[in-house]
């Protein structure tokens, strides 16, 4: 069975950019038609999509974070990462990634989320 | 926006019983309603999707109903496990999530 699992720094400067990477195992990102995601969960538990791209390079973003993100896949690796630039304390969050259906916007399989921290 | 509002904010249930969980759309989102659990320390996990739709996995004691702009989680005979938050999610009009319902014992 496919299972994620999301790696990168957990504390992040404010101003910098935030860089996570998910690796996909048990199947390829390239199979199937899913859509492979990055949401988030602030501490205060909201839950928040940031964007999902295809293997072939589609993407979609939150409108109000899309000036600063961007979501990249790589085949190869079978993974695919997250950049969210200009970050400040607001961005602070667990950090998932998810696969998401092929036809509907919904998450069947999640990583087990990355503790991000935006603090000088 | 299509705000998703849940109530309760908390819901208390003894084990056994059975628990009913209610989402309201700020506008008519058809059946495009899924629901997640989430436990402490875990990711969400997708239960319900189509309004009434069963994920991979998902025991028949969680079923969801309604269309438009209401809908119903309901678990019945709680188990321990079953303890958690769970969030409506619509994907009519892009997406947004309500805040959650922590079912408690």
């Given at each position: ?38 949401i988030r969960q602030h501490p205060g538990k909201d839950l928040e ?44 969050a667990v ?18 989320g ?7 | ?5 849940q109530?309760?904010a908390t ?25 997640y659990?989430q436990k402490p320390g875990q990711?969400p ?39 958690a938050v769970y969030y ?9 999530f309500g805040q959650g319902t922590k079912?408690?014992?």
């Amino acid at each position: 069975q496919v299972q994620l699992q999301e790696s990168g720094p957990g504390l992040v400067k404010p101003s910098q950019t935030l860089s996570l990477t998910c690796t996909v195992s048990g199947g390829s990102i390239s199979s199937g038609g899913y859509y492979w995601s990055w949401i988030r969960q602030h501490p205060g538990k909201d839950l928040e999509w940031i964007g999902y791209i295809h293997y072939s390079g589609s993407t979609s973003y939150n409108p109000s974070l899309k000036s600063r993100v961007t979501i990249s896949v790589d085949t190869s690796k079978n993974q695919f990462s997250l950049k969210l630039s200009s970050v400040t304390a607001a961005d602070t969050a667990v950090y998932y990634c998810a696969r998401r259906f092929p036809s509907i916007v919904v998450w069947d399989v999640w990583g087990q989320g990355t503790a991000v921290t935006v603090s000088s | 926006e299509i705000v998703m509002t849940q109530s309760p904010a908390t819901l208390s249930v003894s084990p056994g019983e059975r628990a009913t969980l209610s989402c309201r759309a700020s506008q008519s989102v058809s059946r495009h309603l899924a629901w997640y659990q989430q436990k402490p320390g875990q990711a969400p996990r997708l239960l319900i999707y189509g309004a009434s739709t069963r994920a991979t996995g998902i025991p028949a004691t969680f079923s969801g109903s309604g269309s438009g702009t209401e809908f119903t989680l309901t678990i019945s005979s709680l188990q321990s496990e079953d303890f958690a938050v769970y969030y409506c999610q619509q994907y009519y009009n892009w997406l947004s999530f309500g805040q959650g319902t922590k079912l408690e014992i």
